[in-house]
Nanobody
Framework: QVQLVESGGGLVQPGGSLRLSCAAS????????MGWYRQAPGKQRELVAT???????NYADSVKGRFTVSRDNGKNTVYLQMSNLKPEDTAVYYC??????????WGQGTQVTVSS
């Protein structure tokens, strides 16, 4: 019974901020790299940011300096703090976990709309 549940999406103006949360099953969270991906209409799903079990982070070039991914190991929750949002950030954002032996697990997605 794997669980990845995103929340925090919504409508925001360009330049605004939004924080996404993803609550994960405990074992999955503790043993997996967590991350965020996004998919805009007509586009392929793309990596936004990841954070390893040890706290190392990786970001897509398009979001560096604007987004911050973090994980709270006590709450089994990964966050994506998004600042200086742009219209091109509009997408469905998906929480992801990855472990080589288990593969990928995905949340249901949360819509982020950045509108002028």
């Amino acid at each position: 019974q794997v669980q990845l549940v995103e929340s925090g999406g919504g409508l925001v103006q360009p330049g605004g901020s939004l924080r996404l949360s993803c609550a994960a099953s405990g074992t999955l969270f503790r043993l997996s790299r967590m991350g965020w991906y996004r998919q805009a209409p007509g586009k392929q799903r793309e990596l936004v940011a990841t954070v390893t079990t040890g706290g190392s982070t990786n970001y897509a070039d398009s979001v560096k300096g604007r987004f911050t991914v973090s994980r709270d190991n006590g709450k089994n929750t990964v966050y994506l703090q998004m600042s200086n949002l742009k219209p091109e950030d509009t997408a469905v954002y998906y929480c992801n976990s990855y472990r080589p032996s288990w593969g990928d697990y995905w949340g249901q997605g949360t819509q982020v709309t950045v509108s002028s």
